[in-house]
């Protein structure tokens, strides 16, 4: 990925993280800016085909979840968004399973610190999906 395109996906992400705590939103304008930038970055500098089949798998998951009421329609959007950046199924599990760590993580200091509120307006998962992609895209 390109280091500018990466700058940028990591402002967004920060903007994201704070609006979904903050107001329990994640806006569309940002999740198109970023999706914009993403498939303009994957189709001029990268060579590795984007995985449409997992792309889909995810953005059909999340709907379902959507519907279920568990996941807010942002965080699918926010998912389907960045797995347009992981090309193989087995670092989109890892992205997995750091966004619900980070998540549980989020949770558990959500429900011991009562002024956040979680109990009352719901945990900011937008955050742990941006950690958790940091954490795939940053190891080290």
């Known amino acids: 990925m390109n280091v500018f395109v990466f700058i940028i996906i990591l402002l967004l992400l920060f903007y994201v993280s704070v609006t979904d705590i903050l107001y329990r939103v994640i806006p569309n304008l940002v999740i198109l800016i970023m999706f914009i930038c993403i498939v303009t970055d994957r189709l001029i500098y990268s060579d590795i085909p984007i995985n449409f089949i997992l792309i889909l798998c995810v ?19 926010l998912i389907t968004v960045l ?23 989020l949770a558990v200091l959500g429900y011991m610190i009562p002024a956040l509120k979680f109990k009352e307006r719901g945990l900011p998962y937008g955050v742990a999906i941006a950690l958790g992609f940091l954490m795939i895209a940053c190891p080290h």
Do not use: N, Q, W
């Open 59 to 77: 953005f059909g998951t999340g709907i379902l979840l959507y519907a279920a009421r568990i996941m807010g329609a942002g965080d699918v959007k």
């Open 83 to 105: 797995t347009f950046l992981i090309p193989e199924y087995p670092l989109f599990i890892s992205f997995l399973f750091y966004t619900t760590l980070t998540g549980a993580g």
